[in-house]
T-cell receptor, first 109, second 115 residues
Framework: GQNIDQPTEMTATEGAIVQINCTYQ??????LFWYQQHAGEAPTFLSY??LDGLEEKGRFSSFLSRSKGYSYLLLKELQMKDSASYLC??????????WGAGTKLIIKP | GAVVSQHPSWVICKSGTSVKIECRSL??????MFWYRQFPKQSLMLMAT?????????EQGVEKDKFLINHASLTLSTLTVTSAHPEDSSFYIC???????????FGPGTRLTVL
């Protein structure tokens, strides 16, 4: 079956760095997405990785290793507004998006 | 950037009535639109995938006669919840995609409460 694993919840301190991991087992691979979702709102796109390596975009970076079926989202200089759920999603061989359950990130002052 | 709108943003209805939710891609033509349902503190659950001009593909366990999807144009898809019941109360989110390799752009969601 297809499976995406990410931690249920993480806590970090304002100004610090946090890494949210995602491992996947899917039928084929056509890219991995990270989305941010604040409570009561729809997800917003953060990043897309299809090749191995690190993609940096401001305070957020996303890494992919296809051979390991592994990705992480790195958030630097954490701000209180970064408190949200972070969803990992993989596009399989049929271009279907397989969603992880999301990681709830709690930022403390 | 790509913008997807949903209407209404929230709706309260009586049990047994039908509710229609619209999803529009405002500045691009979406070849595919997706409908998701999300219960509190849970992740997104894909309900169906719709391509313009063809019948929607429903996920296992989703009743196609209860959740009617129409994708009449490249910028509009509608989801009608027929004979709604309290257990249908949820956050319904649509998304649109330009092409297979593109990311999905999400609408703001519709919160449905069935009394």
């Amino acid at each position: 079956g297809q499976n995406i694993d990410q931690p249920t919840e993480m806590t970090a301190t304002e100004g610090a760095i946090v890494q949210i991991n995602c491992t996947y087992q899917t039928s084929g691979f056509n890219g991995l997405f990270w989305y941010q979702q604040h409570a009561g709102e729809a997800p917003t796109f953060l990043s897309y990785n299809v090749l191995d390596g690190l993609e940096e975009k401001g305070r957020f970076s996303s890494f992919l290793s296809r051979s390991k079926g592994y990705s992480y989202l790195l958030l630097k200089e954490l701000q209180m507004k970064d408190s949200a759920s972070y969803l990992c999603a993989v596009t399989d061989s049929n271009y279907q998006l397989i969603w992880g359950a999301g990681t709830k990130l709690i930022i403390k002052p | 950037g790509a913008v997807v709108s949903q209407h209404p943003s929230w709706v309260i209805c009586k049990s047994g009535t039908s509710v229609k939710i619209e999803c529009r891609s405002l500045d691009f033509q979406a070849t595919t639109m997706f409908w998701y349902r999300q219960f509190p503190k849970q992740s997104l659950m894909l309900m169906a995938t719709s391509n313009e001009g063809s019948k929607a593909t429903y996920e296992q366990g989703v009743e196609k006669d209860k959740f009617l999807i129409n994708h009449a144009s490249l910028t509009l898809s509608t989801l009608t919840v027929t004979s709604a019941h309290p257990e249908d109360s949820s956050f319904y989110i649509c998304s649109a995609r330009l092409a297979e390799y593109n990311e999905q752009f999400f609408g703001p969601g519709t919160r449905l409460t069935v009394l």
